[in-house]
């Protein structure tokens, strides 16, 4: 049995936020300001007015596809990847709607990252669980940049191990370490390691404090 990562893919093997932004102030007069919070929260008109929960979600929906191309690729996360791959099953797991697979596939292509993509919408949880019962992996960790994904997986699949990443600078340092995440490391170097480590050592994931054992 091989090991398994699942990895989220924006802000954690492309980044996103920067490039969202740019896109939103030159095609929409939206300033956008990243604060580790709600998105809505971060765009503004430059009217001075907030945008409301649905309006955020329709200028996320295009960007992607569309804008897609703006993205560029996380330092070290290509090489990281490929390393992994030597001894390891990869797996992109991204919440994006399920017509922007075929690409995200060949965004992520361009970038020299080649592996299975399956898109998700709501909680990582259930993807996860499914994609271990379907692997069987003597060992898997999990990394996205999000706490609410690390709780889902947390309840759905308890035995992974789970790495919070947040690869953006001007986000990570107001984004706290996710309280369901085993560890935090927002550089692909050491999280090579720390991946390298788990697969390693063979064993399932232990509960965290406040969590069934």
């Known amino acids: ?70 993205q560029t690729l996380v ?17 992109v797991l991204t919440n994006l709607q399920d017509h922007c697979r075929d690409a995200r596939i060949a965004q992520l292509e361009t970038h020299g990252i080649a592996h299975r993509v399956e898109c ?16 069987a992996p003597s060992v898997t960790v999990f990394v996205d940049d999000l706490a609410v994904h690390h709780e889902s997986v947390a309840r759905h ?4 191990y789970r790495l919070h990443m947040v ?11 996710a309280p369901h995440a085993h560890a935090r490391i927002d550089d692909w170097d050491d999280a090579r390691a720390w991946i390298a480590t788990r697969f390693a050592e063979g064993a399932s994931a232990p509960a965290l404090t406040g969590e069934p054992a």
């Open 157 to 160: 699949a308890p035995q992974v």
């Open 1 to 70: 049995m091989r090991p398994l990562l699942i990895t989220d893919c924006d802000e954690v093997l492309l980044h996103m936020v920067r490039h969202f932004g740019t896109w939103l102030g030159e095609a929409h007069d939206i300033d956008f300001t990243p604060n580790g919070g709600d998105f809505t929260t971060s765009m503004r008109r430059r009217d001075g007015s907030l945008l409301s929960r649905d309006e955020m979600w329709s200028y996320l929906d295009g960007f992607f596809p569309h804008e897609m191309e703006r």
């Open 75 to 91: 330092p070290h996360a290509r090489e990281a990847l490929t390393e992994i791959a030597r001894t390891a099953d990869i797996v």
């Open 120 to 135: 998700n919408q709501g909680g990582k949880g259930a993807p996860v669980a499914r994609l271990i019962a379907e692997y």
């Open 167 to 177: 690869s953006e600078p001007s986000l990570a340092p107001s984004v706290p370490k």
